[in-house]
């Protein structure tokens, strides 16, 4: 599912930039992404409503609702080419790849207003308006907290690892919970459990309160998720397939 997600925003990211360019036709669309084309995306794209196909399918054009998407996808990479070439110089391209799947919407507003609303990338293509720079704000609040932090039924998005035993890091690692990673609250006591990638797995509170994430609210509506089965005292990394 997170590896569709990408191929997604691939997809909307580059109709995004045909569309600066004035080309909006499937045989660029396909050109543009090269090897990495999935033709299985498009209906995907088009059944969730995010972009529509006309002249026979030969011109694909981002929908109302796709428009945002799209948008979100442009803003953070283009912050992440201007914050890498700016702090680091040099190649800058990759970096703002990775980047723009791997940080929510209130960290990149971070950045943005870090590096005091910039209007173009790198490239001196425009980089798209955010609420912080509607609102002007001049100030930034971490937006990383401890896993701990969390409550039973919300979601974060690992931001990093503060660990200073390797070992430890590598145990955590090998529970998949790496930066990027979504994972979701399930028990707080007497033992922290979370989900992480279908699985469910008991840290104990140290490891759970190393562990630096993103947090985003369930969607509105959402019902809570039934408690996991409470786990032993002091397990750390039992996983379970759900």
Not at 7 to 24: N, S, T, Y
Not at 87 to 93: I, K, L, Q, T, V
Not at 225 to 242: K, L, M, S, V
Request: proline share 7%.
């Amino acid at each position: 599912m997170q590896r569709r997600t990408v191929q997604e925003d691939e997809v909307l990211e580059r109709l995004w930039h045909l569309r600066e360019e004035g080309r909006q036709d499937l045989g660029a669309l396909v050109e543009a992404l090269g090897e990495g084309f999935d033709p299985a995306v498009l209906p995907s794209l088009a059944q969730q409503g995010l972009v529509i196909l006309t002249e026979g399918g030969q011109r694909v054009e981002l929908t109302a609702r796709g428009e945002p998407r799209a948008e979100r996808v442009i803003r953070a990479h283009r912050l992440g080419e201007r914050l890498i070439y700016d702090a680091f110089g040099g190649d800058f391209e990759a970096g703002a790849c990775e980047l723009e799947h791997a940080v929510t919407g209130e960290l990149v507003d971070a950045i943005c207003t870090l590096l005091g609303h910039p209007r173009d990338c790198p490239h001196g293509l425009p980089i798209p308006e955010g609420d912080c720079c509607r609102r002007a704000e001049t100030t930034v609040a971490s937006p990383a907290v401890a896993l701990t932090a969390l409550e039973v039924g919300q979601e974060g998005r690992v931001a990093y690892v503060r660990c200073r035993d390797d070992g430890l890091l590598h145990r955590i690692d090998g529970l998949h919970i790496r930066p990027g990673a979504t994972v979701r609250v399930h028990q707080k006591y007497p033992t922290f459990v979370i989900e992480c990638e279908g699985a469910a797995v008991a840290l104990g509170e140290d490891v759970a309160a190393s562990i630096c994430v993103w947090r985003a609210s369930p969607p509105a509506g959402a019902p809570a998720p039934e408690p996991a089965p409470a786990p032993r005292r002091g397990w750390f990394g039992r996983r379970t397939r759900g």
